[in-house]
């Protein structure tokens, strides 16, 4: 927890071009690009009768391909597929014969206005007028069936299908052709997005939207394993209270926006879980500790930078359900295999596929699930429950237990999750978990999410949906947490689970 994992590392992108089309310059491109730069702008090539031309990206993290295609009818919409969010069609005002500029921006002219499109080399839409004064601009989405628009804090939106993000809309912005900043805003209407500038004074204004796929299914390449059965032991009491608390990736944390603004933290109190318990190992010979918890017979879920940083695997592990200041009620355990995603990387660089699950040895011939009374917990993507991001939806009743800073008892905290869009210097970002607890810092890696769902039949505190990480390895403030959005984070527990016993 507490420093950045670096969001943008674990966005690469490829951009896969076709034959260029011709172009020519057009007046209202350079306005525009003034005002929104080039940088990473692909010019589209290819394409059908029907088109300008096509941007092909692939996003090397997550597996996943996205191909934009620019009609030559702006009325037509742009057409965005992502292999695993599905696929939306963005409409633009204005109509006519389009150009393309040299950079690739594509200019439709308008009654009054121009309307233009960029693509970028990480599979960024963006939507753009330029226009001589204030008015009203509609965007309308084509996106799949069921899903729906939901607004944030920050003026974004969200694209929600069956509670999973199909894609996100950066909050709007509009600039003078002088470089002043213009007021603008969206409204919903449907799944129509309506963009409304205000004055910018005598000269052009350029506003827009800029469209991201959302982070989809199909990416997922298999468990990296790790066999610890020599990298194990058994601690003494006092080794597991000279422990300090793990930090995270040592990565200086860029600016970021964030889809929702900060709540008030709740208070903590003394955990008496007895699921959830102190790992520890050895980081180059320091003595260090994270949180972990019981999720199956016989394994554990915890963070994935608890596991080893800058490709440096930790070593000398141990686990102790309910460790208390040195007592160990349930015996500690050496640990057997570790499970994480392929796309966390050696380098631990992706904030999205922060988590791992950890299968221990058994002890007298019982696992750990046997002898510590774990609860059952069900593990879930929460793909089923028909939620969503944003702030007219609702938020989760969230438990968590974690062993924060110097604390050598757990601490708990009730708490509400939600989930939101965050990048970093403006470029495309991420889905995360975010929750507030006061005190909760280092130590509380790999703290499990565990969420309240009664209208599924889970009025309890008994599914788990994320672990503390991932971005800014679990939150660079003592009071605001966040975990990754497990998207296949239930497909790597089904296959730990399948190996684990």
């Known amino acids: 927890m507490r420093s950045s994992l670096g969001l943008a590392c674990g966005l690469a992108m490829t951009a896969v071009l076709l034959p260029a089309p011709a172009y020519a310059a057009e007046p209202s491109a350079q306005v525009i690009e003034a005002a929104t730069g080039t940088k990473g702008v692909v010019r589209p090539s290819g394409g059908g009768a029907d088109e300008v031309g096509a941007v092909t990206t692939r996003d090397k993290a997550w597996g996943t391909t996205t191909t934009v295609r620019i009609p030559r009818d702006a009325r037509r919409g742009v057409a965005v597929a992502d292999s695993g969010s599905g696929s939306v069609v963005l409409g633009l005002p204005g109509g006519g014969r389009p150009t393309v500029s040299a950079k690739g921006t594509v200019v439709y002219p308008g009654s009054g206005f121009r309307s233009a499109v960029q693509t970028t080399t990480d599979g960024t839409v963006r939507g753009l007028v330029e226009a001589k004064g204030p008015g009203t601009f509609r ?181 102790a359900p309910q460790y208390d200041n040195g007592a160990t009620p349930y015996g500690s355990w050496k640990i057997k295999t570790i499970y994480y995603d392929q796309r966390w990387g050696k380098l631990n660089n992706n904030p999205d596929f922060d988590y791992a699950f950890i299968s221990l040895q058994p002890r007298n011939g019982k696992y750990v699930g046997d002898v510590v009374p774990w609860g059952r917990a069900k593990i879930t993507d929460l793909s089923w429950r028909g939620a969503c991001s944003g702030d007219s939806c609702p938020e989760i009743p969230t438990h968590v237990t974690g062993y924060p800073k110097n604390l050598t008892t757990p601490l708990e905290c009730f708490t509400r999750s939600r989930l939101v869009y965050i990048s970093e210097n403006g470029e495309k970002g991420s889905y995360y978990y975010t929750f507030p607890c006061k005190g909760y810092a280092e130590g509380v890696s790999g703290t499990a999410l565990v969420g309240q769902f009664p209208e599924q039949g889970h009025p309890g505190y008994e599914v788990i949906f994320g672990v503390l990480g991932g971005y800014q390895g679990g939150g660079d403030t003592d009071d605001v947490s966040y975990a990754s959005y497990w998207v296949d984070g239930k497909v790597l527990f089904d296959d730990a689970r399948s190996k684990a016993v």
């Open 139 to 319: 965007f309308p989405l084509t996106v799949p069936q069921g899903a729906r628009l939901t607004r944030n804090a920050d003026g974004s939106l969200d694209v929600m299908r069956e509670g999973t993000p199909v894609g996100h809309i950066d909050a709007p912005w509009a600039r003078s052709a002088r470089g002043g900043r213009v007021p603008a805003s969206f409204g919903v209407e449907g799944t129509t997005v309506v963009l409304t500038l205000g004055r910018g004074g005598a000269s052009p204004v350029v506003a827009g939207l800029a469209y991201h796929a959302a982070p989809g299914k199909g990416g997922y390449r298999g468990a990296e394993t790790i066999d610890a059965t020599k990298r194990t032991r058994i601690w003494t009491g006092k080794e597991m209270r000279q422990a300090q608390p793990l930090d995270a990736p040592a990565v200086a944390p860029g600016r970021a926006d964030r889809s929702g603004a900060g709540r008030t933290a709740p208070a903590t109190a003394a955990a008496t879980d007895p699921a959830v318990g102190a790992m520890f190992f050895s980081f180059l010979g320091i003595k260090k500790r994270c949180t972990a918890t019981i999720v199956h017979r016989n394994l554990i879920a915890t963070a994935a930078h608890c596991i080893q940083q800058g490709g440096v695997i930790f070593n000398q592990w141990t686990f």
